[in-house]
């Protein structure tokens, strides 16, 4: 595997994992997140603030098996992946009316950048010092985005630019408050990253066949045109072909498109791992 990263990262709060499991490396999040307080209670699934106790408590365990020195020294030298927003904005600001009521558009993306960065600083307090923050894809090409706003779902499903012009402002908006986190912080030792969804993805979308994709509007689980989560499981229909599609189910890329993607950025995570 890539940098000696295991294939598949375990979740924490998966009771059969052991220690060496653990040091080398877990997932604290939860699908369905987000870095709104109101999404994961609306998809009712592990909030920010409680992933970041889970981290704390996920120290303590390391202490006991390795020192409070080691361990300290372990998560310094570790790397940090943060990854949400999406479902804050398709779920929380555009399906659902109540973050509507109370934000501009313009607003909620600065809510949403500020409780992430609220996040980051957790993180930084607890010991970490290499942190990866992706931005949002180009939502208005989400299979689920296009059924459920497009007036033409059914007949002629293409991207609906406006909603992928909110994702691309807000990575806009993103990257420079990550740079400024990075200037007050790298004497401290520590370094933060953006880590660029929408180009690889929107790239991938408008040129799919290029790719050799066959599919690029409906996800290969169910109808592709609204499951995800939940809808998709091990009863659920998928596609014959995976590999064709762009899209597994509504909202998440295919591992094709995620192998696709990580060829397309390869060079920036070999420019990270250079640094740290």
Not at 228 to 255: G, M, Q, R
Request: include cysteine; proline fraction near 5%; charge should be neutral.
């Amino acid at each position: 595997s890539y940098i000696g990263v295991k294939e598949n990262v375990p979740a924490y709060l998966d009771p059969s994992l052991g220690i060496n499991e653990l040091i080398s490396g877990v997932s604290f999040a939860s699908a369905g997140s987000g870095y709104d307080p109101l999404t994961p209670t609306i998809t009712r699934v592990i909030d920010i603030p409680s992933q970041l106790e889970y981290f704390r408590e996920y120290k303590r365990k390391l202490e006991k098996k390795m020192g409070k020195d080691k361990m300290e020294k372990h998560i310094g030298e570790a790397l940090f992946c943060v990854s949400a927003g999406t479902n804050d904005f398709v779920i929380n600001y555009f399906l659902l009316p109540i973050r509507r009521k109370t934000f501009t558009i313009e607003a909620y993306q600065q809510f949403v950048i500020s409780n992430l960065k609220q996040f980051i600083q957790g993180l930084w307090k607890e010991g970490a010092r290499n942190i990866i923050v992706a931005g949002v894809p180009p939502i208005g090409c989400l299979p689920i985005v296009i059924t459920l706003f497009s007036s033409e779902a059914l007949t002629n499903r293409r991207c609906i630019d406006w909603f992928s012009d909110v994702a691309k402002n807000y990575n806009i908006l993103l990257q420079k408050e990550l740079g400024f986190m990075q200037m007050n912080l790298a004497h401290l030792g520590s370094k933060i990253f953006y880590f660029d969804i929408y180009n690889p993805l929107s790239e991938i979308i408008h040129d799919y066949q290029k790719f050799g994709f066959e599919e690029v509007s409906s996800g290969c689980c169910g109808s592709g045109y609204l499951e995800t989560s939940f809808l998709c499981n091990p009863k659920s229909y998928v596609c014959p072909n995976t590999s064709a599609y762009v899209f597994f189910d509504s909202i998440h890329p295919s591992e094709k498109t995620y192998f696709n993607i990580f060829r397309t950025l390869r060079p920036v995570y070999d420019s990270i791992f250079g640094c740290i």
